[in-house]
């Protein structure tokens, strides 16, 4: 009659993408014959991408009655760290393209990460966080925040000089701006004020911009 024997086939782990590892067993219960093949062959299920698969097996020794304890094949995610790009604009300009890059591990020739780049929501000058996501499951993205940072848009405006006789109804102040250019729809907020003072003489016309989306520079 056929001898009765148990193999065993080992559990094996790789990373996604490495090279797939070698498949052994042993026997576990009863003998073999000093001199004997059992002809094993072992089988991983087909497959490369993260999950487990069952490692199963065939003896071709007609000899002996082969049982086997089947094993599992595990593949892990591969680790790799992007980082995403700090971007800076000055306000009320386009928003510069989303970028970064892989720096730590690497990826797969012809592999895809499916890296989604987000910016937090505003338009106003400040700092944003910049986040991101990978879809490809292979992998386990560790991303390096970015800040993109909306700078203050630079305007002169020259405060208009007036002139008007004692006695009279002080003139309006005005002024423009004459460096730099206001986003459409935008109001820079400024306020005028002449130093204190109606008698003959020079009085300062100073001047304040409340918009904080600009750097006012103003020419008295």
């Known amino acids: 009659t056929t001898r009765e024997v148990t193999v065993t086939i080992e559990d094996k782990t790789s990373v996604y993408g490495d090279a797939l590892k070698e498949l052994t067993s042993s026997v576990t219960e009863g003998t073999v014959i000093e001199g004997d093949d059992l002809g094993i062959a072992l089988t991983k299920a087909e497959g490369t991408t993260v999950g487990e698969y069952a490692i199963t097996g065939t003896a071709s020794n007609t000899n002996y009655n082969v049982t086997f304890v089947n094993g599992t094949y595990t593949i892990t995610t591969r680790e790799v760290t992007v980082t995403i790009d700090n971007k800076t604009s000055v306000y009320g300009e386009d928003l510069k393209e989303l970028t970064s890059n892989v720096t730590e591990g690497t990826v797969v020739e012809g592999d895809d990460l499916g890296i989604v780049l987000t910016k937090a929501e505003g338009k106003d000058a400040g700092e944003y966080a910049i986040t991101g996501t990978a879809s490809n499951t292979n992998y386990n993205v560790t991303f390096v925040d970015g800040t993109y940072t909306i700078t203050t848009r630079e ?44 008698t003959v003489g020079e009085y300062a016309i100073t001047g304040t911009a409340s918009n904080t989306n600009y750097d006012v520079t103003f020419v008295e």
Request: aromatic content about 2%; charged content about 25%; glycine content about 12%.
């Open 155 to 198: 305007v002169t405006v020259t405060i208009d000089n007036k002139t008007s006789v004692y006695g009279e109804d002080l003139k309006e102040l005005t002024s423009n701006v004459t460096e730099g250019t206001v986003i459409e729809g935008d109001d820079l907020g400024i306020a005028l004020t002449k130093a204190e003072g109606t």
